[in-house]
């Protein structure tokens, strides 16, 4: 019986829970090429970036509370990040349309991709779950916004050969953009 509700409570986890893609990416993992559609309807590809850094941070939805802060700290921090070659890209399971009013809403300064099909997470070894929906009132009109996954709020810093020199699988939403700035700035004078 105690093995039955032990697969039973395990099997419950799997489905209500996070499942994990693949085999998780840490620090010194190089990551492979990826792309997805960005807030602007067009393909986005990292092979295509020229910068010294790279930081990818996964969000749960666009439009939320933590998500915002997060967003907006990042924003705020782009100047900075721009003097220290960085790009800065968020990603989550939003659909474009979502992330287009995330964007205009809180005049994000960054591209924002939609990972509707969980690749992007699949690539870093990020676990996601069902994604939902919210309503949410933009300019006195509700929309409804779906997203097609859910991920943690994790982030990755990768240097200019893609390979990982940071990661948090822990993180403050609104402290973010300056753990990664220290962390850029340490790795920078290295």
């Not at 996964?58 to 100047?79: E, I, L, N, V």
Request: some cysteine.
């Amino acid at each position: 019986m105690k093995k039955i509700l032990s697969f039973l409570l395990l099997l419950s986890i799997t489905f209500l829970g996070f499942t994990q893609n693949t085999t998780e990416l840490n620090i010194g993992d190089v990551v492979s090429n990826f792309s997805a559609t960005a807030d602007t309807n067009e393909l986005w590809k990292s092979s295509n970036l020229k910068t010294d850094f790279l930081v990818v941070y996964f969000y749960p939805a666009a439009m939320t509370s933590g998500c915002t802060k997060q967003a907006c700290a990042y924003r705020d921090t782009k100047t900075t990040f721009d003097k220290l070659g960085v790009t800065v890209i968020g990603v989550s399971g939003d659909e474009v349309k979502n992330l287009k009013h995330f964007k205009e809403s809180y005049q994000l300064n960054f591209p924002l991709l939609s990972d509707t099909n969980g690749s992007i997470a699949k690539t870093f070894g990020v676990p996601t779950k069902d994604g939902g929906s919210i309503t949410r009132k933009i300019n006195g009109e509700y929309f409804l916004l779906i997203r097609e996954i859910t991920t943690p709020r994790w982030t990755f810093v990768l240097d200019k050969n893609r390979k990982i020199i940071y990661k948090n699988s822990q993180v403050t939403a609104a402290e973010d953009s300056e753990n990664v700035k220290d962390i850029i700035k340490r790795s920078s004078k290295k």
